[in-house]
């Protein structure tokens, strides 16, 4: 359109001095048709006498084709800047037009780009939720494990005792029968041999002191490994109690790095939103309770213990609400330490 109203311009322009040099001409042919009517002057022989009112005539007629070649040219141009204005309002109009349309297409994109990222955050929170609930179905399967493995070497001890309970038992049954045995023997044989009643009796109670401290020994060696194995459950016991102590505290400092990491990183994200009041001074501090949602936004802020100014006070509470959403671990025991925590405010 540019090109076009410039083409519009050169011809009007081109026209014009056409119809400039046009009235020259005219104006030219008029002042030579002068000189051809002029009135020639006296000769001494002879005189020619001019009808002075057709000459007038004639000039009145040729001013007026002037005039109106003139006001014919002129209008001839006022079209032509009417028609050049009017093609420039319009292209006015068209520049307009494809400028708003620009800016409408500007804030479409704007709008797209507001939505996608909305969309992004809602998906990155929905991750960060299955991430969090799986690692707590993963907690509770390892728990569960964990003590099915402890009631099974429960009920392996308990069988085990109750073996050795039978074995024992069995063997005093073999013992006493045995002994029964000898003792019947003993009775028919005095009843038999009188004569060597005393031999055997003593020889039978001989044999009977040495079963009886052989009973003795082997009841005493059962007792000592049944003891020496008690100690070894009790040790056992003891050391996987320790162990278990070890990990919980590895686990909680493990954590406490975590939350230490993470108030840090708080710290100076509320910083960086603190707008410092005007009587604010060095040293002043105030600490907040601060109760966090699970996406990262915050829940409530409460001064639990003032700076003794209380527009410092709510210039911190105003800090902590625009940090939100704050950045939350993927640890869930550290998340759920953050969730309702103490913080101690001082910027400088």
Known sequence: MNKHWLENIIAGSYALALHIIVVILLFIGFGSEDEIVAPPKFDIVQASVIDEQTFLEGLAAKQERVEQAKAEEAARLKAIEDKAAEEKAAQEREQARLEQEALERRQQIEAEKQRLTELKQQREAEEARQKAEAEQRRLAEQKRIADE??????????????RQRKEAEAKRLAEEKQRQEVEAKRLAEEKRQQEEAEKKRLAELEKQRQEAEARKK?????????????????????????LAAEEREREENRVDRVVNQHMAMISQRVKRYWIAPANAKNGMQCTLQVSLLSNGDVKQVKVVQSSGNAVFDRSAVNAVYKAAPWPQPSDPKAAAKLRNFKFNFRPK
């Open 218 to 242: 082997a009841e005493a060696e059962q007792r000592r490994l049944a003891e020496e194995k008690r100690q070894r459950d009790e040790a056992n016991k003891l050391l996987q109690e320790s």
């Open 149 to 162: 493995k402890e009631a099974e070497a429960l009920k392996q001890k308990q069988l085990e005792e109750e």
